[in-house]
């Protein structure tokens, strides 16, 4: 399974955000485990960093979060196509569109998310943490 991991998911993961935390950090663990293959696009984690920098007001700190980061989660460009292929699509959000976009280039599963409804005209479906913890167990349920 491949998933594209949306920035309010990293950001419950790096800001231990409760009660999103444990599930968000469950789908790290998944792609560690390598049962599934989990990205986000370049363009999140600039805003992940200026999230993280903001908050913590250190931005070594901050660099030290994303270079962790990267170590974790693929990271996939944003291409002159992708941001094509966004204009054409009917989200309302014009970066919801791009990571639709680089979802679809890239044939993920899913996009998780905990702004589902934002894709909701998205080509690649959004699940939430917990949604897409739930499939990955039917999944492998259904292999057993």
């Known amino acids: 399974m491949k998933a594209l991991i949306d920035t309010?998911?990293?950001?419950?993961?790096?800001?231990?955000?409760?009660?999103?935390?444990a599930d968000s950090y469950r789908i790290i663990q998944l792609?560690?485990?390598g049962s599934t293959e989990?990205?986000?696009?370049?363009?999140s984690v600039t805003d992940v960093f200026?999230?993280?920098?903001?908050?913590i007001r250190d931005s070594n700190?901050?660099?030290?979060?994303?270079?962790a980061l990267a170590m974790l989660v693929n990271i996939c460009n944003t291409t002159s196509d992708d941001i094509s292929t966004a204009l054409t699509l009917p989200l309302p959000d014009f970066e919801d569109?791009?990571?639709?976009?680089?979802?679809?280039?890239?044939?993920?599963?899913?996009?998780?998310s905990r702004n589902e409804k934002d894709f909701a005209n998205s080509p690649v479906p959004a699940v939430?943490?917990?949604?897409?913890?739930?499939?990955t167990r039917k999944s492998r349920a259904g292999t057993a």
């Open 50 to 55: 200026y999230i993280i920098n903001h908050s």
């Open 8 to 21: 309010n998911i990293i950001i419950d993961i790096l800001e231990r955000r409760e009660p999103f935390f």
């Open 97 to 112: 569109a791009v990571i639709a976009a680089i979802a679809k280039r890239e044939k993920a599963d899913y996009i998780i």
């Open 38 to 43: 989990t990205f986000m696009s370049a363009g």
């Open 128 to 135: 939430s943490p917990d949604q897409f913890l739930k499939e």
């Open 31 to 33: 792609g560690l485990d």
């Open 61 to 67: 700190r901050a660099k030290e979060k994303i270079f």
